[in-house]
């Protein structure tokens, strides 16, 4: 039962390089959810999508592109990287969004630790 | 900006004592929810409150919620070596934006 499945684990990259994060879920979940954890800034939502096909920009959506083209997964492009995306990305998955009647939580992969030197 | 606040930034308690986390937010909710994160983790949910509950058990957990003052709060009772982690507080915010917005989180250390 792996839940929410993030690669690669660690990855350095220089400024200017390309990269794509890649996020899956065995849960069947509608939404999926991609955030950044900086120290003392908790997490911020970068983008999300409510279904297969769809996304929709969070909080801070600048430089970063997503793509739901199959509904298990969910990737996080980083175009042209800068040291400031130097962070820890989280994917999450649940069954329905939030708001009211929702009462589903969502479900975390282990993080993908990224340095942009 | 961060819908939720957590205090104290930071608790240190012996094994065995209880530990309380506070959680403010500034606007209406639905519901909220308490999340756990161990070192090099993702985070693990422990408790989901709706707005119209205001207190809601879980084994060692307590959570309350105060929708007048906008505040929550977690009690960890009898606590042990491995409730060590970091706790977040998430509160759905705005209706229909879908999301989930996360304070900044309480970093708790469990001493043998």
């Known amino acids: 039962n792996a839940g929410v499945t993030q690669t690669p ?19 069947n979940h509608e939404y999926m959810y991609w955030y950044r954890q900086d120290p003392g800034m908790g997490l911020r939502l970068i983008h999300y999508s409510v279904g297969e096909g769809t996304t929709a920009k969070g909080e801070v959506p600048d ?21 400031s995306q130097t962070s820890v990305y989280f994917c999450a998955s649940s069954p329905r969004g939030v708001g009211v009647g929702s009462n589903q939580p969502q479900h975390f992969g282990d993080g993908t630790r990224l340095s942009i030197l | 900006s961060q ?3 957590e205090d104290p930034q930071a608790l240190s308690i012996q094994e065995g004592e209880n530990a309380t986390m506070n959680c403010s937010y500034k606007t209406s909710i639905n519901n909220l929810q308490w999340y756990r994160q161990n ?13 119209n509950e ?25 606590s ?26 309480t970093r708790l250390t469990i001493n043998p």
Request: glycine share 10%.
């Open chain 2, 3 to 5: 819908q939720g606040e």
């Open chain 2, 54 to 78: 205001r207190e809601k058990h879980s084994g060692r957990l307590r959570v309350t919620l105060d929708t007048s003052k906008k505040s929550s709060s977690l009690l960890i009772t009898a």
């Open chain 1, 63 to 83: 430089g970063y592109n997503v793509s739901r083209l199959k509904k298990q997964n969910f990737l996080l492009g980083l175009e042209s990287a800068a040291p």
């Open chain 1, 9 to 27: 684990k660690f990855r350095v990259l220089k400024t200017g390089q390309s990269m794509t994060l890649l996020c899956a879920q065995d849960m």
């Open chain 2, 39 to 51: 070192s090099g983790r993702g985070l693990v949910h422990l408790i989901l409150i709706r707005s």
């Open chain 2, 80 to 105: 042990r070596a491995a409730d060590t982690a970091s706790y977040f507080c998430a509160t759905d915010g705005i209706q229909g934006a879908q999301k989930l917005v996360f304070g900044q989180g």
